[in-house]
């Protein structure tokens, strides 16, 4: 019963011959506990390691077992400091495998769900929409059922100028009830006149943003606009999601003109680009002169070629010069 506090029953059978027998020796020791010499003289040393037998103070090479009272309370006094010590130990440990298993378990779903990115809060799901545009190469739709409300901010402010500004072609769908605010209908139409497509519908099934046909963003709970996102990048996903596109975009109705993108028709980075192909620069020196990539270079010059229905650059120069472009 005295395990807890290190002293096993051969232990104490020692321990309480030296009780009952202060005078006795080793061997007598041995004869009354039924053991070896041998086994005593190690069973002596473990009391004195518990200091339940230690030097008297008449005389320091005589030895005597120490009062239970004492000697055990003692003894489990320590051995209770030991103990809390291994607790708090425990508890640090414990800590650091939550650590580790969290760790883990972020590495595992790395492992097995590197398609699928969930972004809780709306905070954290726009700082990686925008950082995913960044990143955008060529297309960017999107489905956009809240109202534009005067919140909008300015069109040289928006993400939406800066994706057009380096060529990519934009689609959105937005509500036709959008039509009740005058800034947000201004908003659009500077999109448009930027080379952006606007149509509207009357209903839509939820917010769906789309980069390169390569990239699904949904929002976590379409009834919550402040859930956050899930970005999929399965391939099924995604066509999927291409098709929600595409069958809302072809019912939708044009919200403006096509003529009237020539209102405002270049952004900076075509301007330059026309300037400088007008100058007989290659796609090579433009994209350097730019501080653009050779990829997005050709694209802005495929795109102006595709508005302008110009087949070579000849052509090109020539509509660009018509509309007093270059």
């Known amino acids: 019963m005295l395990e807890p506090l290190g002293v096993d029953e051969a232990t104490f059978a020692v321990y309480h011959a030296l009780l009952s027998h202060p005078d006795s020796t080793p061997e ?29 103070w008449t005389n320091p090479e005589a030895e005597h077992a120490v009062h239970p009272r004492v000697g055990l309370t003692s003894l489990a006094e320590r051995r209770r400091t030991e103990l ?5 130990e425990l508890k640090e ?52 059922p809240t109202h534009l409300d005067d919140t909008v901010h300015p069109t040289e402010k928006s993400p939406d100028f800066s994706l057009l500004e380096r060529g990519l072609k934009l689609r959105t769908v937005y509500l036709q009830s959008m039509s009740a605010s005058k800034q ?17 519908t009357p209903t839509l099934p939820m917010r769906l943003l789309i980069f390169d046909q390569e990239i699904a963003i949904m929002p976590m709970d379409p009834q919550s606009p402040t859930a956050g996102a899930v970005i999929h990048r399965t391939p099924a996903v995604v066509s999927v999601a291409m098709a929600l596109f595409d069958a809302y975009w072809s019912r939708a109705t044009e919200m403006f003109d096509p003529d009237d993108r020539d209102e405002t028709p270049l952004t900076p980075h075509e301007s330059e680009v026309l300037r400088l192909l007008a100058g007989g620069a290659k796609d090579e020196q433009v994209a350097r002169l730019l501080g653009i990539s050779l990829r997005t270079a050709r694209r802005i010059t495929a795109n102006l070629s595709e508005r302008l229905d110009a087949a070579s650059r000849f052509e090109l120069g020539v509509a660009a010069a018509k509309r007093g472009w270059v």
């Open 28 to 56: 007598q020791i041995a004869a009354l506990v039924s053991r070896s010499v041998t086994d005593v003289d190690e069973l002596l040393d473990r009391l004195r390691e518990l200091e339940l037998l230690v030097p008297t």
């Open 84 to 88: 809390n010590k291994m607790l708090g």
């Open 93 to 144: 440990a414990e800590a650091s495998a939550d650590v580790v298993a969290e760790q883990y378990n972020e590495l595992l779903t790395a492992r097995s769900s590197g398609d699928v990115e969930i972004l809780k809060g709306r905070a954290n799901a726009s700082r990686r929409i925008e950082e995913l545009a960044l990143k955008a190469r060529d297309t960017f739709w999107c489905l956009v």
């Open 184 to 200: 947000a209908v201004e908003y659009a139409a500077a999109i448009h006149r930027l080379g952006g497509e606007v149509r509207a």
